[in-house]
């Protein structure tokens, strides 16, 4: 039940954490006047917090030249770092909740070939973006690369709006290269786990 008060007492944690990093984090003083702390929380502080960590051991608590002066002791220094660590702990599990999420893009077969052809060409030619001439004339051997460019273009815009593929002009040359987004679902939704 102190437990619980203690933790429920957000002037008490909140007192607690700046001590705690005052002396710890930033190597200060092992003391702070509690005008200071003030300033730090921009909150109120009531006494009956601070004497609730003073009952608890947390901290120690004196008063000077009519100044409350304050330090953390090592339970306090103990009962802070524990709490990081929770508060870290849950931090944690809501990034990993929040990486869960996933989009599964439903491409024709041309766009998955362009996609995985345009990826394999750039890691073969060891550049980021590849001429889209030369990607037309992979995916069209036994065509004259120029009568299938407009349709090549077509399948790489429509891929560029959902950023999977980039593009580039350089002088008269376009050059494409697959976004890392694009690179990502290959991986996990093409290749089921083959290694690129």
Known sequence: MVLYKLLMDRIAVNVLKVLYDHEVREKASYSTKLSE??????????????????SMELITMDLVEGEHILSITNKGKEFIEIFDQLIELFQTHEREEQKGVRVKYELTNQEKRILILAYKMSKESGVAFVPLKSLATELYPHS??????????????KLEEIQLMERKKEDRLTLVKVTDKGFKTIKEQYLKGLML
């Open 37 to 54: 702390i003030k300033k730090r929380t921009a909150m109120p502080i009531a006494l009956p917090s601070l004497q609730r960590l003073s």
């Open 144 to 157: 004259d690369y120029r009568s299938k460019m407009s349709t090549v273009s077509r399948y790489v815009t």
